[in-house]
C-alpha cells in the first residue's frame, strides 16, 4: 500500500490507485472530463492536472500514487491550468448551448459553470464540419466532438463494431468513421451507446418528438403508444427517482396528458413473442429446423449479424420484435376491434434503444400495405416532452394500461434485462413440451450481468443447453462458436447492449453499471411481485388467439408477426 497526502490529508491506498481514485477516497472531486466509471483510463482530455510537489502537474486519472506523495488539487496553478485547457477547449466547441439537446445534461456546460466560464476569451475556430443526419437513429455533430474518445471504446471494445475511430493527426485530429464515411454508409449498428458515454451532445439520439407533437394536434389521427419493458424502471431517473424505481403508472398518465388517445404495453407482445419463438423453438427442434435458434427482438442486433455474420442469419427467429408485433396488431387486430381505418392509427413506441427507430423504418416492418410502427422515440425523448408540457411527473398519480394490450406477465417485464428473454422462454417451453408445472419460475443462471451465461435444462429427458450473450463483442465469441462448429447450445438470447435493454442507447445519461444493476433489480422485483408470470397463461393473449390469430405460427401469425432477414 501507499500513503499519501492529498490537500493535507493524509491517506493509504493499494499500491496501482490513480491520485483520481484516491482523492475520491477522501471525498475530493478532481475535475475530469474524458474519465468514465466504466471505460479505461484515458488522459486525453487534461483537465484533471493536479499538482505534485512544489510545481510538478500531473493527469490524476492517469498517474498512480507513490509513497509520500504531496498532491495539491486546489492552488492558483491548478486552477489556472484547469482553466486554462477548459478554455481551449471551448474556443474549439459551438457555443450554443440553449439550441443543444444536452442542455442541462452536458459535462463541458458544468465544468465551464463551475469555473465561471461563460465564453472563451480565445478565437473562435470551431470548424465548418457538416452534421451527420444520415442515419433515423443517431446524428453526429462533428463540431461539438472533444476528442475524449470514449465513444471509440464503448464502440470498439463494448461493442466490436470499430465503426468510431481516430483520423489525422494535431489540428486536423478527429474522431469519424473510416475515410470519414456519414454512419449510415458504415457497419454501425445504431445500438448508441455512443451517445449514452458522450460527455457533450456530439453524437445523440435523432430526435423524433416533433413528428409527435405534429400527430397528437392532427384530429383525424388515433394516436397509440407503447411503452417498452425497460422504460419503466429508468425513465424516473429524469424526474427525481432512483433508478430502478418503477414508474409504470405514472408514464402512463402522464402520456395520457400528453395526449395519447390510448396508452398501451410492450409486455403484451412481449408476451405473444414468447408464444410465437417458445413454439418456433419447439418446430425447429422436432423437425430438424436450424439450430441453435437466436432471439431476434434486439434491433442492433440483428443490424450486427446483418452486417458481419449474414452467413448465421438461418439461425435468427423468424418473429418480429414485440415492438413491431404491436404495431402489427395495431393496424390489423386492434383497427378492426375499433372499428378505424388502419391508415388513421398513428403508432408509437417509447423504446430504451435508438435501434429501434431504424428498426421501425426497415422495408420488412409493415402489414398489408401499413407501416406497423410509425414512430420511435427514446426514453431520454419521451422525458423531455414530459418537461416540455410541463407535467408534474412526481406528483402525477398513477393510472392503468388500456385494454386489450394492458395485461401482461412477469415473463414478459423481464425482457428488459440481459437474460430474461430466455428466462420468459423457458417458464413457456418447459411447461408446454412436458406438460408439467414448473416448481420454480426463476431461472437464476441467466440472471446478472456476467457476459455470457448458460444454463441446461430438461425437457421431458431430452437435456437442451442455452446461453445468454449482451454487448456485441460477447455475441461475437457465440457466434464464433457456432462457425466453427464447436457450439453446443439449442437456444439462444443476444441482447445488443450490455446489460440489455435497460442499458439501451436511449436510456437516461448516466447509465453506468451500476446504474444498470439497480434498473435490473427493479425489473425482477416487478417480475416477482406480479399475479401471472408466464406468457401462456396471459388471458389476454389467449382471447387474441381464440379471437384472431387461431393458434401460435398459424396463417395470421406468419403474415403479420414474423419476417425474414436476408444478407
Ligand atoms: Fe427491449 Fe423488447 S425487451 S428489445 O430490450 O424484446 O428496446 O425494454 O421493448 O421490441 O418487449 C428495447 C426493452 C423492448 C422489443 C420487448
Same mark, same amino acid.
Given at each position: 500500500?501507499?500513503?499519501?497526502?492529498?490537500?493535507? +490529508?493524509?491517506?493509504?491506498?493499494?499500491?496501482?490507485?490513480?491520485?483520481?481514485?484516491?482523492?475520491?477516497?477522501?471525498?475530493?472531486?478532481?475535475?475530469?472530463?474524458?474519465?468514465?466509471?466504466?471505460?479505461?483510463?484515458k488522459a486525453n482530455c487534461r483537465i484533471c492536472l493536479v499538482q505534485v510537489g512544489p510545481d510538478k502537474l500531473v493527469t490524476a486519472c492517469s498517474t498512480p500514487v507513490k509513497d509520500g506523495m504531496n498532491v495539491i488539487t486546489h492552488s492558483k496553478l491548478v486552477r489556472d491550468t484547469q482553466r486554462g485547457v477548459l478554455e481551449l477547449i471551448l474556443a474549439n466547441h459551438p457555443q450554443d448551448c440553449l439550441k443543444c439537446i444536452r442542455n442541462g445534461k452536458c459535462e463541458l456546460q458544468k465544468l465551464c459553470e463551475m469555473f465561471h466560464i461563460s465564453k472563451s476569451n480565445l478565437e473562435d475556430e470551431i470548424d465548418s464540419l457538416e452534421v451527420d443526419e444520415s442515419s433515423p437513429a443517431i446524428i453526429r455533430d462533428h463540431r461539438k466532438c472533444i476528442k475524449c474518445n470514449r465513444c471509440i471504446?464503448?464502440?470498439q471494445e463494448v461493442q466490436g463494431v470499430g465503426v468510431l475511430s481516430h483520423a489525422h493527426r494535431s489540428v486536423?485530429?478527429?474522431?469519424?468513421?473510416?475515410?470519414?464515411?456519414?454512419?449510415?454508409?458504415?457497419?454501425?449498428?445504431?445500438?448508441?451507446?455512443c451517445t449514452s458515454v458522450c460527455p457533450v451532445g456530439a453524437i445523440y439520439e435523432k430526435d423524433d418528438t416533433e413528428k409527435i407533437w405534429h400527430a397528437l394536434y392532427d384530429e383525424n389521427l388515433h394516436v397509440i403508444v407503447q411503452i417498452a419493458p425497460a422504460v419503466r424502471v429508468s425513465i424516473g431517473e429524469e424526474f427525481g427517482f432512483d433508478p430502478g424505481t418503477k414508474v409504470t403508472g405514472k408514464v402512463i398518465a402522464a402520456l395520457r396528458r400528453l395526449g395519447f388517445d390510448k396508452v398501451f404495453d410492450t409486455n403484451f407482445t412481449a408476451d405473444l413473442t414468447i408464444m410465437e419463438?417458445?413454439?418456433e423453438l419447439i418446430d425447429r427442434i422436432k423437425n430438424g429446423g436450424t439450430l441453435p435458434m437466436i432471439t431476434s427482438c434486439s434491433p442492433g442486433w440483428i443490424n450486427y449479424i446483418e452486417g458481419f455474420y449474414p452467413d448465421l442469419l438461418d439461425h435468427i427467429s423468424t418473429c418480429k420484435s414485440p415492438q413491431q408485433m404491436f404495431g402489427a396488431l395495431s393496424k390489423t387486430y386492434y383497427a378492426e376491434k375499433m372499428n378505424i381505418d388502419p391508415s388513421q392509427i398513428f403508432t408509437v413506441s417509447i423504446m430504451p434503444c435508438t435501434a429501434k427507430k431504424y428498426e421501425a423504418e426497415r422495408k420488412e416492418m409493415s402489414s398489408y400495405g401499413y407501416r406497423d410502427v410509425d414512430a420511435v422515440l427514446t426514453t431520454r425523448e419521451l422525458a423531455r416532452m414530459i418537461k416540455s408540457a410541463s407535467i408534474d411527473f412526481a406528483n402525477i398519480n398513477?393510472?392503468?394500461?388500456d385494454d386489450p394490450f394492458g395485461i401482461t406477465t412477469g415473463a414478459a417485464v423481464i425482457f428488459g434485462a440481459t437474460g430474461g428473454v430466455m428466462e420468459a422462454a423457458?417458464?413457456?417451453?418447459?411447461?408446454?413440451?412436458?406438460d408439467n408445472e414448473l416448481e420454480s419460475l426463476d431461472f437464476t443462471e441467466v440472471r446478472g450481468i456476467e457476459g455470457i451465461k448458460e444454463a441446461e435444462v430438461d425437457l421431458n429427458g431430452t437435456p437442451i443447453k442455452v446461453a445468454v450473450a449482451h454487448g456485441l463483442s460477447n455475441a461475437r465469441k457465440v457466434l464464433e462458436l457456432i462457425k466453427q462448429g464447436k457450439c453446443d447450445y439449442t437456444f439462444i438470447e443476444v441482447m445488443c447492449c450490455p446489460g440489455g435493454c435497460i442499458g439501451g442507447g436511449g436510456q437516461p445519461i448516466g447509465s453506468t453499471t451500476e446504474v444498470k444493476e439497480k434498473r435490473i433489480e427493479g425489473i425482477y422485483d416487478?417480475?416477482? %411481485?406480479?399475479?401471472?408470470?408466464?406468457?401462456?397463461? %396471459?388471458?389476454?393473449?389467449?382471447?387474441?388467439?381464440?379471437?384472431?390469430?387461431?393458434?401460435?405460427?398459424? +396463417?395470421i401469425s406468419h403474415k403479420i408477426l414474423h419476417t425474414h432477414y436476408s444478407p
Open positions: 500500500s501507499c500513503t499519501l497526502i492529498i490537500d493535507n +490529508k493524509e491517506i493509504t491506498v493499494p499500491e496501482g490507485t490513480t491520485i483520481l481514485e484516491a482523492a475520491k477516497k477522501v471525498s475530493i472531486n478532481i475535475p475530469t472530463l474524458c474519465n468514465h466509471p466504466d471505460q479505461q483510463v471504446e464503448v464502440c486536423d485530429y478527429c474522431i469519424t468513421p473510416a475515410f470519414e464515411k456519414k454512419l449510415m454508409n458504415t457497419l454501425c449498428v445504431f445500438c448508441g451507446q419463438e417458445g413454439h398513477e393510472e392503468d394500461f423457458l417458464r413457456t417451453v418447459y411447461e408446454v413440451v412436458t416487478i417480475d416477482k %411481485n406480479m399475479k401471472l408470470r408466464k406468457s401462456h397463461e %396471459n388471458p389476454a393473449i389467449r382471447k387474441l388467439y381464440e379471437e384472431f390469430l387461431g393458434e401460435p405460427l398459424g +396463417k
